[in-house]
């Protein structure tokens, strides 16, 4: 199992870690560096005019990603991914590889691999209980059963961005990619 960092992103990691700065977005639209980290990371407190000058100043820059890209997170994320290992190799093997990848990329602070006692949904509920704090990311494997949902569901609501590994949902608005892999997030609510 390989990873494809540059494909995803659309060139080298260095080259988009020298990407604009909030400085840069700053000058180019004309406003404060404290408007532009609030458009950035969708706060409010920023009239609509301003807040697409600074994302028009951004894409101009190529701060914010192309179609086809992934937005990069503002600091190092911190991981956890629960697998069900038992003793299957290919799982020990797709946690080492999940290992060894995050380790070779700035953006991740920490990523921490745990092993579930089997693959039914009490294992996973248990062991999501004592996730992190920190917690920006979770990647699971798991079964398609109500306590999974909810569980992601709740995490989720509290702002933790969750993939579902091999296993797709059958959560009619869960967006699906022919990989499956399944992003989940909150909803926004109206």
């Known amino acids: ?12 990691l260095r080259e988009i870690m020298k990407k604009a700065t ?7 639209s004309g406003l404060s560096t404290a408007t532009v980290d609030r458009v950035l ?6 009239s609509a005019a301003n807040r697409q000058r600074v994302l028009r100043a951004a894409k101009e820059l190529g701060y914010l990603p ?3 890209m992934l937005a990069l997170p503002s600091r190092p994320a911190h991981l956890e991914f629960f697998i069900p290992f038992g003793h299957n190799s ?5 946690a080492r590889k999940i290992t060894a990848f995050a380790s070779s ?5 920490s990523c921490n691999v745990t092993a579930l006692d089997g693959i039914d949904p009490d294992a996973l509920v248990t062991a999501l209980e004592d996730l992190p704090l920190q917690t920006n990311g979770v990647g699971v494997i798991t079964v398609d059963h109500p306590k999974t949902r909810h569980a992601i569901r709740r995490l989720c609501e509290s702002g933790v961005r969750v993939v579902t590994i091999v296993r797709t949902f059958s959560r009619p608005h869960a967006p699906r990619s022919s990989a499956s892999i399944t992003w989940w ?4 609510r109206r």
């Open 1 to 12: 199992m390989d990873f494809a960092v540059c494909g995803i992103f659309g060139g080298s």
């Open 22 to 28: 909030i400085t840069d977005i700053a000058r180019k």
């Open 41 to 46: 990371n969708d706060r409010g407190g920023v």
């Open 66 to 68: 192309s179609e086809g």
């Open 90 to 94: 290919f799982m020990q093997d797709v």
């Open 105 to 109: 990329l700035p953006l991740v602070a």
């Open 185 to 188: 997030r909150a909803e926004p």
